[in-house]
């Protein structure tokens, strides 16, 4: 292991390699760990996900699952957190709730997001970015960030784990 990750950071049927690329930057720069939940829209050796992370894969903390039970699975063994799931059509912003060190940060595949019986499952868990009604949806690299960053900033604000 090259890090223990303060975080869980996953793309649920990811289907544009730079914006996964991005994420895995992130997950480096904040040692968190990123997971990938098939199918996948690329080849993870696609030169665009790899560009996109530049030289830092060999750096990364990263695992592909077949399927979300798979993913809980795994989870389960590794992530003592709160899973959060981000969606655009969720009305609790995403600065409204206390991140621990562990928690688990789930996004959507860009076309449509995370999948009703993945959001329909667990509504006191969905969260949003808010925008102007004239924005659909942000980046889903920039939403990682932004979300992951929020928990650094409580961390070191005393307001989550230390």
């Not at 390699?17 to 991005?22: F, M, Q, S, T």
């Not at 904040?30 to 696609?46: E, T």
């Not at 077949?66 to 795994?74: I, K, M, P, V, Y």
Request: glycine share 8%; with cysteine.
């Amino acid at each position: 292991m090259r890090y223990t990750p303060v975080l869980h950071i996953v793309l649920h049927e990811p289907e544009i390699p730079p914006n996964a690329g991005n994420v895995g930057r992130t997950c480096v720069a904040i040692a968190a760990k990123m997971w990938l939940v098939r199918p996948l829209g690329f080849q993870l050796d696609d030169y665009h996900l790899r560009r996109a992370g530049l030289d830092y894969w060999d750096e990364l903390e990263w695992e592909v699952v077949d399927s979300w039970a798979t993913l809980q699975e795994r989870l389960a063994a590794e992530a003592a957190g709160a899973q959060w799931l981000f969606s655009a059509r969720a009305t609790r912003p995403y600065t409204g709730v206390a991140y621990r060190k562990g928690d688990v940060l789930v996004f959507g595949r860009e076309s449509r997001g995370l999948p009703p019986e993945i959001t329909g499952s667990h509504p006191d868990r969905l969260l949003t970015i808010p925008s102007r009604p004239q924005v659909r949806s942000l980046n889903l690299a920039n939403c990682a960030a932004i979300v992951a960053y929020e928990a650094i900033r409580q961390w070191s604000a005393g307001h989550g784990d230390e």
